[in-house]
């Protein structure tokens, strides 16, 4: 399993180009091809990730190995999740410095962005597919990205904001 644990999360790790919430796709494949936890689980996970200080991609990977296989589960994944980026990161920077005036490769990360934008975009859909499924939800939904888009308040502040309301409504 701790193998199982280790490579998933590699492959996650090395293709999950452009943040944490990319990973969410990964995730949720693997909630589909193994028993580690549920869609929903998923879920509790993401919220619990966001509201968790650190790298929501690491917050997620720690906290799915650890609900997989306990407090080695959780390093198994973590681990496997970050060594990917460290050793990318550690040839780009060699890489970077020779190449990083060339148009090949302006070209290639501009043309990376509209993949990584899809990826978050599909990771939205699949959790507004499992959270979005009552008037409550879809009106908070709808209140929050408003009060997100119009008043700019610091995050932290919403996701307080949001476990109140959660509370108060017993949602």
């Keep these: 399993m701790m193998s199982a644990l280790f490579l998933e999360f590699f492959k ?3 293709f999950s180009l452009g943040g944490g919430m990319v990973t969410v796709p990964f995730l949720f494949e693997l909630s589909y091809k193994y028993s580690w936890f549920s869609s929903q689980e998923l879920i509790d996970m993401i919220a619990i ?4 200080p650190g790298p929501i991609g690491v917050n997620m990977a720690t906290y799915a190995g650890f609900k997989t296989s306990g407090i080695l589960g959780g390093l198994v994944a973590t681990f496997g999740l970050v060594v990917p980026s460290l050793i990318i990161i550690i040839l780009i920077a060699k890489v970077l410095e020779k190449y990083k005036d060339s148009d090949f490769f302006k070209r290639l990360m501009y043309a990376i962005h509209p993949a990584v934008i899809a990826l ?3 990771a939205g859909t699949e959790i507004g597919k499992l959270v979005l499924i009552n008037t409550w939800a879809i009106s908070i939904c709808i209140l929050f990205w408003g009060a997100i888009h119009f008043i700019k308040l610091h995050p932290i ?5 949001g476990g109140i309301i959660g ?3 017993k949602l």
């Design 12 to 14: 996650i790790g090395l």
């Design 49 to 52: 990730a966001e509201s968790s």
């Design 120 to 122: 978050i975009l599909n």
């Design 157 to 161: 502040l919403y996701i307080i904001l």
């Design 167 to 169: 509370i108060a409504l």
